[in-house]
């Protein structure tokens, strides 16, 4: 009702309103405003820098050593510590750069055994704030994604990305470097929508440099640029092919080349690879696996009962210690190899996808599912690995009601999967209030955004938008199961914090994190699913 | 971050012309959701705030205004009401006794109750002083951030719907900026989550007797605001305000003298049932009354930037006057500075000149009253905050300035990280992207007001840096301390001119509007 009465009002006032310049002549007053985001963001990273932090604070000041007192040839071998360098060169290289200014402000943190464990003030000033000077990449890679939008998409998208709780928790508090190199994805992202297939190809390596855990993204990568890229003709199709190759390798040889001319290549490589680590994570990250483990206790319990001896493994999943033992009792025990398999299998249909037609604004979707997939069935996988298909999908989030309902859901789920990132009673308000707030702007984002979708539909005036509200008659409203689903989200959270001590004391100590690691996962499977769908009806189809 | 959602919202508007009208709807529809959203991020600024040290965090043996507060929980959930003003072997009044009023003293206690059952060593008798730990900071902050949360943020939306009822939607834009601009105000989070006090409380009450007096209900407001004044007697600053304004509207309604007697009889109840476990004696009132005013101090502390601080470096004014005489000097000269305004408001009671009036006697308090301290400029900075959408440059300049007045005692503090990002925050909320709408400056010099206005704020940045990084000649130790004081002075005496010479003008040009607004 109330709709209506003002649709006729805009529609009433329309003539009187003199027509203010329009988006087409914005492009400066734009940069002030994504700055404005940006610096709003900051502000906020600057206020948590005296939080608390994960030991990846000290891994990452470790490097920074590591990278300042060593030559380049022993980098990859040194363990004066046991947080040894596992990120590929072209971090180590970002940590040497950092180190040069290290050394002007603390020389004690670049000290390579006189540094260990060393947090002075100008230390953890330091490292907080190089995290968040080098967020402007990311900055960056969201304004090149989003410069193509249309304003009211585009501050959106702002919102989602500059503000998103999951860099903040992640990169701000627990201590990472993600958002640069996230941003270096958005890029690559960017450069492929516009047809840049070779600055695409380019930034992808390069990030791929930065750190490994982005290759999950290399099959779709390939099939994509080898099928858009190189075409036309056989001949111009390999010349093409022997370009992005030979740019593909320039950049591996950059960055592998000094440690194969040391020998240290197979050093460098183990190092990159700890298979040992075993297949979850002490805290499980949402994924496939928690259903695997599940039923493998449950299988092993109902065995038991019914008489059966069957031999619990020693190294349990809740202990935090995970060895190389199998530590199932009854299902086959994972290698390395059969989640890589898994993986493969679950990327597949993109990859078919890709090859049969490889479209320019399918890229971001194809990559993000890549990386769900990664997540979903991957080894050794940290709930921190969430945020390579959270952001990017952040860019599409708008391009239907369907997915930003979608995003809504998946973007309250992982964000939830990383509390335990923040279990110190410090933080704990800082969490739930990122959280509640992200929740609370993308809700009245996305319903205000696909009213208006609507409403210019009804008015029959917007000539500029198309493809952006492609079902127009749906508003953005979560159907029951999804809010059942939400509710259950707060009920595992009070439990956890506040009934589980109530009622069980120190019993079962892992119970809580156990419930969010399987109702969370839940969610995961969703939207992958959810994604898997979208990704087999769309092409072909239209 | 909800800032944001407006923010993009209007951008939106005006580049985008199409869809005007459409976030025109979502702000005139979405206030609640606009003030959730800010009320979100003002409470995540602050948990943000609170990371961080308190005021004589791990410096005994007095440690600072945590432990005092800290101390009060200690005595009032151990000792009987009667002795919590007195000196005894219990209660050492040396050592940061209670001395402020006794509704502080009874949120003391209840926060104490709230610490001793999930913390009960930091608030033993004798054995807790100078207790610090990790739970006891949280919980402490808790108490802080839970007071705010539940007076000062619903005040301030009571004051918003009271304020903002009536105009018209245009006027309705400012709206989410304005709570914005009130509930992240840089000086009130430093002090609050900072520096650590508990004045959300006092100006929390006093917002909602501000607003309750604005919509009319004059017993409510008396009852609100006596509550302000016993919990920090500096709420005081705006006594002569709110005493002056409502007799003006006592005295213009059929029967004056029953009007003020029912508002004194109001402040008096309020004042007897918090004063009631010290009216059985003349000697326990007066206990009480004594310990609340701190005489013995001087005329003033540090380098406040007002008056007598800044004069002393030419007339050494300890040393001429007597602290009597001193006495007698302040009060004339607070009393002489508020006149103006009080007058005008008794003459003439209008709502707006009321906000005016309220900025004009606590300013006027803040530059001329015995004992002030750096952080009593909060509130002269309380009722500035509410004029911000009618007077936003006086909101901002008296911003920067109470943050530079305090830029010393916020760096003994270490509380430099935070006060720049929320001076950032602070700055970029208020420029904000179609945050505001721009109302056309009269100012007919405005280059020159334009280009003193940046040379100031550059003068004042340069002053951080060098306050920070530069070690004063060894003859003048307190040199930059006294720069800021004189730079500051400068700047809040010539708010507190121009601020009472608005308060006469807009008096004198809106009555006839204003009275043909109400009959209609």
């Known amino acids: 009702m109330n709709h209506r009465k003002n649709h006729s009002k805009t529609t009433h006032h329309k003539p009187q309103i003199p027509a203010i310049p329009t988006e087409k002549s914005l492009p400066t007053s734009n940069h002030l405003h994504l700055v404005w985001f940006s610096l709003i963001a900051s502000c906020i990273k600057l206020l948590v820098i005296p939080a608390y932090h994960s030991t990846d604070f000290e891994v990452h000041r470790n490097w920074l050593a590591i990278t300042h007192s060593l030559p380049l040839s022993q980098w990859y071998s040194d363990e004066t510590s046991q947080w040894t360098l596992d990120y590929p060169p072209f971090f180590a290289h970002f940590e040497h750069f950092l180190s040069l200014f290290a050394s002007l402000v603390d020389p004690t943190m670049v000290h390579l055994t006189n540094g260990l464990d060393y947090k002075s003030h100008f230390t953890v000033l330091f490292q907080r704030i190089s995290v968040i000077l080098s967020d402007s990449v990311l900055f960056y890679g969201v304004y090149k994604v989003t410069r193509k939008l249309e304003l009211k998409e585009r501050y959106l998208i702002w919102v989602l990305l500059i503000w998103s709780p999951g860099l903040i928790i992640v990169d701000h508090l627990h201590f990472q470097y993600n958002g640069f190199l996230l941003g270096m994805l958005l890029l690559s992202l960017a450069a492929l929508e516009d047809g840049k297939d070779l600055m695409g190809g380019f930034l992808f390596a390069v990030l791929l440099c930065f750190k490994h855990l982005f290759a999950v993204a290399a099959p779709i990568y390939f099939v994509y640029l080898f099928r858009h890229y190189c075409r036309g003709g056989l001949v111009r199709g390999f010349v093409k092919l022997v370009v992005m190759g030979s740019v593909v390798v320039t950049v591996f040889a950059a960055a592998y080349g000094p440690f194969v001319y040391h020998g240290q290549i197979q050093q460098v490589f183990r190092r990159m690879f700890p298979f040992g680590r075993g297949l979850c994570h002490a805290y499980w990250a949402p994924n496939f696996w928690v259903f695997y483990i599940i039923l493998d206790k449950l299988l092993a319990f109902l065995l038991i009962k019914l008489g059966f001896n069957i031999q619990t493994p020693t190294a349990s999943f809740t202990g935090g210690l995970v060895g190389d033992s199998s530590p199932f009792a009854v299902l086959p025990t994972i290698t390395p190899s059969i989640t890589l398999i898994m993986v493969l299998l679950a990327i597949s249909p993109s990859l078919i996808k890709a090859w049969k037609d490889p479209k320019p604004r399918m890229i971001t979707r194809w990559v993000a599912y890549s990386y769900t997939c990664g997540f979903l069935f991957g080894w050794h996988v940290h709930e921190k690995a969430s945020l390579h298909f959270v952001i990017p999908l952040g860019i599409i989030a708008l391009k239907s009601v369907e997915d930003a309902k979608h995003y809504f859901f998946l973007s309250i789920v992982s964000h939830y999967s990383l509390f335990p990132l923040l279990y110190e009673a410090q933080e704990y308000p800082i969490k739930v209030l990122l959280l509640i707030l992200h929740a609370v702007l993308m809700w009245l984002g996305f319903s205000s955004y696909f009213c208006s979708a609507n409403a210019s539909a009804d008015k029959g005036d917007d000539s500029s938008r198309s493809a952006a509200a492609g079902s127009k008659n749906s508003d953005f409203v979560i159907g029951w199961l999804g809010r059942l689903y939400l509710l259950g989200l707060l009920i595992v959270e009070i439990w956890g914090q506040f009934l589980h001590p109530i009622f069980l004391g120190n019993k079962l100590p892992f119970l809580p994190l156990m419930m969010i690691s399987i109702y969370c996962s839940f969610g995961i499977m969703y939207s992958w699913i959810w994604q898997l769908t979208q990704i087999l009806k769309s092409p072909s189809t239209l | ?520």
């Open chain 2, 1 to 520: 971050m909800e800032k944001k959602r407006t923010a993009k919202i209007q951008s939106k508007s005006e580049n985008d012309s199409p869809e005007t009208a459409f976030w025109w709807w979502i702000i005139h529809k979405g206030t609640a959701a606009s003030f959730i959203c800010i009320c979100l991020f003002a409470i995540l600024v602050r948990v943000c705030v609170s990371l961080h040290p308190y005021s004589g965090a791990g410096t005994p043996p007095k440690y600072g205004d945590y432990e005092a507060q800290r101390h009060w929980m200690e005595i009032t959930i151990n000792l009987p009401v009667k002795e919590w003003y007195r000196n005894s072997t219990n209660n050492d009044l040396n050592y940061w006794g209670l001395d402020y009023p006794p509704l502080t003293a009874y949120q003391s206690y209840f926060h104490g109750l709230f610490l001793q059952y999930f913390d009960p060593k930091s608030v033993a008798l004798h054995t807790s002083r100078g207790y610090e730990s990790y739970l006891g900071k949280l919980l402490m902050r808790w108490t802080v951030l839970s007071s705010d949360a539940v007076i000062f943020f619903p005040a301030v939306l009571y004051f918003i719907s009271v304020y903002y009822a009536g105009k018209s939607i245009r006027q309705k834009n400012d709206l989410a900026w304005h709570i914005a601009m009130i509930l992240l105000n840089p000086c009130f989070l430093l002090i609050d989550h900072g520096h650590f006090q508990y004045n959300c409380i006092s100006l929390g009450l006093t917002v909602a007797a501000v607003a309750a007096i604005l919509s009319d209900r004059n017993v409510l407001g008396s009852v609100l605001f006596s509550l302000a004044l016993n919990h920090k007697q500096m709420s005081a600053y705006f006594a002569p305000a709110f005493f002056s304004y409502l007799l003006g509207k006592c005295l213009r309604r059929g029967n004056p003298f029953l009007e003020v007697s029912k508002l004194g009889l109001a402040v008096l109840g309020t004042f007897a049932v918090i004063w009631w476990p010290y009216l059985y004696s003349a000697e326990a009132s007066l206990e009480v009354l004594l310990r609340l005013a701190p005489f013995e101090r001087g005329i003033y502390e540090d380098y406040v930037a007002n008056f007598w601080c800044a004069t002393s470096i030419i007339v050494k004014w300890k040393r001429l006057f007597t602290m009597p005489s001193l006495k007698l000097l302040s009060l004339a000269a607070t009393i002489s500075g508020c006149l103006p305004s009080m007058i005008q408001m008794a003459w003439l009671p209008r709502k707006q000149s009321f906000l005016y009036g309220l900025l004009n006697c606590a300013l006027s308090f803040y530059l001329f009253s015995f004992q002030v301290h750096e952080k009593s400029v909060l509130l002269p900075l309380l009722p500035a905050s509410l004029l911000a959408s009618e007077e936003p440059f006086v909101f901002q300049w008296l911003t920067y300035n109470a943050l530079l007045s305090m830029f010393p005692l916020l760096s003994r503090d270490k509380l430099v990280l935070p006060y720049i990002a929320l001076y950032g925050l602070f700055f970029l909320l208020y420029h904000a992207p179609g945050g505001r709408r721009q109302k056309q400056e009269k100012w007919e010099t405005r280059f020159l007001f334009s280009f003193s206005k940046s040379f100031l704020l550059a003068c004042s940045l340069l002053l951080h840096v060098i306050y920070l990084t530069v070690t004063p000649p060894l003859k003048y130790p307190f040199l930059f301390e006294a720069v800021i004081m004189l730079l500051c002075f400068s700047q809040f005496l010539l708010i507190f001119l121009y601020t009472n010479r608005k308060q006469w003008t807009t008096s004198k040009l809106s009555p006839i509007a204003e009275d043909r607004k109400k009959h209609l």
